[in-house]
């Protein structure tokens, strides 16, 4: 169950993180292909209809996709608009120079530029990296050999063997950062997880033993635990006869009659805003007045005693018991606490 929670908290974490650097990244290739399109309009009046068609369809999709980023149903499956922000700088130029000018576009420089971006920016679930990059290479190849097409790079008399090499290195190379990445995050993770769940055993344990206030005081680094209380009442109370009474039960049955009755006793001490020190066998231990010091601490005690000689009357009725409880207090003593 432990490991369980543990996966559904890290998927959960991995979503999150996967949406913010795709946000990041969508505005990133946004405003990159614009600055290419605004710089070459500007600069070279006689463009390719290649490449403008390619770089303003590249801007609708990247646009379309950081709008789906903000809705309900983009956030459900950042997956899937990983993949379209990829295939929209990758698949849309092979389409456009195959429908127009007839050749699969090997794009040397935006591939390994957005298979290097995808790896810094979301290094994480490297299965999606690698479908994203046979995506890439699956369409190239079947237009260059299944539509018997020209190839076409950006890079001039470069061998398009050695570039396919390259790109295959690069790839791997990318896709192993990844998996190596997410596999240190996530026994970092799991290993936070753990010691938080450890240091919520702790305080756990430290609220059972001491007051909250003193608690937080302990944990303060060079903190005074000791402080001083001119007012208090202390309320000692413990079963009448309890010694000859213990001696015809079981040591279980003795066990469950006290934790049912001091449990009751717990849910006062909370009610009436009390501390409870301690419980020694039948023997229990409240005090009023501290941690936090209040001036009506009698009248909150001779409440509580009521009460618990109500709880023990109800008690008695339920179970057809007689036990009685001899109640003791100190009332307006200094105490060191």
């Known amino acids: 169950m432990a490991i369980d929670l543990g996966i559904s908290q890290y998927t959960t974490w991995r979503r999150e993180f996967m949406l913010s650097r795709l946000r990041i990244g969508g505005i990133i290739g946004v405003v990159a292909v614009m600055s290419f399109i605004m710089l070459n309009l500007s600069r070279y009046p006689e463009l390719e209809p290649t490449w ?5 369809t590249e801007e609708a999709v990247l646009l379309f996709c950081l709008l789906l980023l903000f809705s309900s149903q983009g956030r459900s499956y950042p997956g899937l608009i990983f993949l379209l922000f990829s295939w929209a700088l990758t698949l849309i130029p092979q389409y456009w120079y195959f429908l127009l000018e ?10 390994t530029l957005l298979f290097l971006g995808q790896t810094t920016l979301i290094p994480v679930r490297w299965p999606l990296h690698l479908l994203s990059q046979l995506g890439v290479f699956v369409c190239f190849f079947l237009i260059q050999w299944y539509f018997s097409a020209a190839v076409e790079s ?3 008399d470069a061998d398009p063997f050695f570039l396919y ?8 190379i990318c896709d192993v950062s990844v998996f190596f990445y997410e596999k240190l995050q996530r026994k970092e993770f799991d290993t936070k997880q753990n010691l ?21 005081r302990l944990k303060q680094p060079g903190a005074t635990v000791a402080e001083s ?16 009474m213990s001696t015809g039960m079981s040591p279980l049955q003795l066990v469950e009659l006290l934790n049912e009755i001091f449990c009751k006793f717990d849910k006062l001490v909370e009610q009436h805003e009390l501390e409870k020190i301690k419980t020694i066998g039948d023997a229990y231990m409240v005090v009023a007045g501290l941690p936090e010091p209040n001036p009506n601490h009698v009248i909150q005690m001779a409440e509580m005693a009521l009460d618990m000689q109500k709880t023990i009357a109800q008690f008695n009725q339920k179970y057809q018991k007689n036990y009685a409880f001899v109640l003791g207090f100190i009332l307006d003593r200094s105490l060191l606490v």
């Open 154 to 156: 950006n890079i001039a």
């Open 165 to 172: 090499l390259y790109l295959f290195w690069f790839c791997v």
């Open 196 to 216: 938080e769940i450890e240091q919520e055993k702790s305080e756990r344990l430290l609220l059972n033993i001491l007051p909250q206030s003193i608690a937080e």
């Open 52 to 56: 403008l068609y390619t770089n303003l």
């Open 229 to 244: 209380f001119t007012e208090v009442t202390v309320l000692f109370a413990d079963i009448a006869g309890f010694t000859a």
């Open 102 to 111: 007839g050749v699969a576009k090997l794009d040397f420089v935006t591939w």
